[in-house]
């Protein structure tokens, strides 16, 4: 499911830590960032990227189909089961070089070594499954890519995240952070691919 890359061998050694059990798909999911980088770049492409991701939702407790309907008919102790088991979320975008898009990942326990860990950019993301809203609580993150999204995109993409809970600011995605990164450079010049 996730492609062998480090940042995916990372994010499957994370979530076994986490205890992972179950992974719930949804096999066509409209990403907001990723949307926006389309629009900026990959619907220019001849490589003809489609424009739908995938999400992936994971539990930390084995449930079925039949444990998935009953909190969807807003079966009380069902729904609980499963807002409780929930880890988080990992976007799959359709490019082959940078597949790991928005990801939002429960915390780990904290070790204890006698020095805590520092959590505070955190923030709850809401998400909505077939009508069923899951909340988990952490920090964007998403895989750069040389299109859209460098390094210092992604970093900064991360850090709006994770201080827009201060209500101050809407969440830009990672094409109007490299849009707005080179407002004032000259005319004529490309803005994507972005170089860094």
């Known amino acids: 499911m996730l492609v062998d890359c480090p940042q995916a061998i990372y994010l499957r050694r994370y979530l076994e830590d986490l205890g992972a059990t179950t992974v719930l798909t949804e096999p066509y999911y409209f990403d907001r960032d990723y949307l926006a980088e389309f629009a900026a770049f990959y619907c220019v492409s001849a490589a003809g990227y489609p424009n739908v991701c995938r999400r992936l939702h994971f539990f930390d407790q084995a449930f079925d189909s039949t444990d998935l309907e009953l909190a969807l008919a807003n079966d009380e102790p069902a729904t609980h089961r499963l807002r409780a088991a929930y880890l988080g979320f990992i976007v799959l975008r359709p490019i082959p070089g940078s597949p790991l898009g928005r990801t939002v990942l429960r915390w780990y326990a904290d070790p204890q070594t006698g020095t805590p860990r520092v959590v505070a950019p955190s ?38 995240h994770s201080s827009a809970l201060a209500g101050h600011h809407g969440l830009p995605t990672t094409a109007q952070v490299t849009l707005s990164a080179h407002r004032t450079m000259s005319y004529g010049r490309r803005v994507f691919p972005t170089p860094g």
């Open 123 to 160: 923030r709850d993301y809401d998400c909505h499954v077939a009508g069923l809203k899951l909340t988990v609580r952490g920090v964007a993150w998403q895989q750069q890519d040389m299109a859209v999204g460098a390094c210092a995109t992604v970093a900064l993409w991360s850090m709006l």
